[in-house]
């Protein structure tokens, strides 16, 4: 492979949202996936509207704007990160190791455009996740990383990486003001999300907050409502967001910032799943499920819940699809953990035998 292809390569698996889930799936699907798939005959999904997609990348497969100041962001199309550029060196929020090496380049170029250092001197970690940190040991043992103590524990607790995610230096439990350089960076935790130790990290001199996996802004969720292990706290975390004081969004995730229009549009999205799936709670009628599969209760309940989160998704997936891209292909599965949390957690619809 030519230094060239190999690049266009990685840029096309960092570009493609499929790209970190490809070898855990192919282990799933053990045998399955040794026949060659077939481009022509894959399923067709709906074109992406121009408005999730962000900046064309440059030949090593990123992009690095400014979002106000001295505030840049960096992506690959898929992930991001930022930086702060600060008289003392530069603080960097998240390391994705899709963006890797790329991230260093980044700054190296708009620190030598700007004549300021380009030495990172602190990271800064959203949450544990290693598609969002697993580059941090990239830069060494000299920076001071940061993060939620929440953070550190479930770091050295699943740290088993061929490169392990080094520890955070500074931890905090509910709110941290960072001054590094005369700027300022505020951290703040207002409970469990996505994950336990996602946290909110607001640059109020630069208009900006950074939320990590909950809104992607363009795009519809990830699969199963971006895997959030908390649902009850990922639904609220978009009103808690709101009551911060910003003009830009640093998702995490897709090739673009994102606005307060965004994440009222998501709201609305979210808003509209929960109305759809009560009333589908309480439309399908589970007889014939029960009738056709008798004593296998898992088959009767698995067909059961199959029609009501078609019923659920149909209509959202009909009113988004050109608004949020990709609304057909994972709104079906961000209804089933929604449902469960409806019907488990908030009691809807339970029935009590008489
Ligand atoms: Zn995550």
């Given at each position: 492979m030519t230094s060239d292809s190999a690049l266009n390569r990685r840029s096309f698996l960092a570009r493609s949202a499929a790209g970190a889930a490809v070898p855990a799936v192919a282990a799933l699907a053990g045998g399955v996936l040794a026949r060659p798939a077939s481009a022509a005959t894959l399923p067709d999904f709906a074109p992406i509207p121009p408005s999730a997609l962000g900046p064309p990348l440059n030949g090593h497969g990123y992009f690095v704007g400014r979002v106000q100041k001295n505030l840049y962001w960096v992506t690959d199309g898929t992930y991001q990160a930022a930086f702060l550029t600060t008289g003392e060196g530069v603080v960097l929020f998240d390391a994705p190791p899709t963006i890797g090496h790329n991230l260093q380049r980044a700054i190296n170029q708009i620190a030598s455009a700007n004549r300021?250092?380009?030495?990172?001197?602190h990271v800064v970690y959203s949450h544990h996740h290693a598609d969002h940190v697993g580059a941090s040991s990239l830069f060494g043992g000299q920076v001071v990383r940061v993060g939620h103590v929440e953070t550190k524990r479930l770091l050295a607790r699943?740290?088993?990486?061929?490169?392990p995610v080094p520890l955070p230096d500074v931890t905090f439990e509910t709110k941290r003001t960072l001054r590094v350089g005369g700027e300022r960076i505020d951290l703040a935790w207002?409970?469990?999300?996505?994950?336990?130790d996602n946290i909110y990290i607001h640059l109020p001199d630069h208009d900006t907050l950074m939320l990590v996996d909950i809104l992607l802004p363009g795009w519809a969720p990830y699969n199963s409502f971006n895997v959030n292990e908390d649902v009850a706290g990922s639904v609220a975390a978009p009103a808690r967001a709101m009551t911060y004081r910003w003009k830009h969004f640093i998702?995490?995730?897709?090739?673009r910032l994102g606005n307060r229009h965004d994440m009222v549009v998501y709201q609305r999205y979210v808003n509209d799943l929960i109305a759809n799936i009560k009333k589908a709670l309480a439309a399908v009628d589970p007889t014939p499920f029960f009738t056709r599969y008798g004593n296998n209760s898992w088959a009767a309940v698995q067909a059961y819940q199959a029609a009501q989160i078609e019923l659920a998704a149909a209509p959202v997936i009909k009113e988004y699809t050109g608004v949020l891209a990709a609304a057909d292909v994972y709104t079906a599965s961000t209804v089933f953990p929604l449902l469960e949390w409806i019907r488990l957690d908030l009691g809807f619809d339970s029935q009590i035998h008489p």
């Open positions: 300021v250092s380009n030495r990172v001197t699943e740290n088993d990486a061929k490169r207002h409970g469990t999300n996505h994950t336990p998702g995490g995730h897709m090739g």
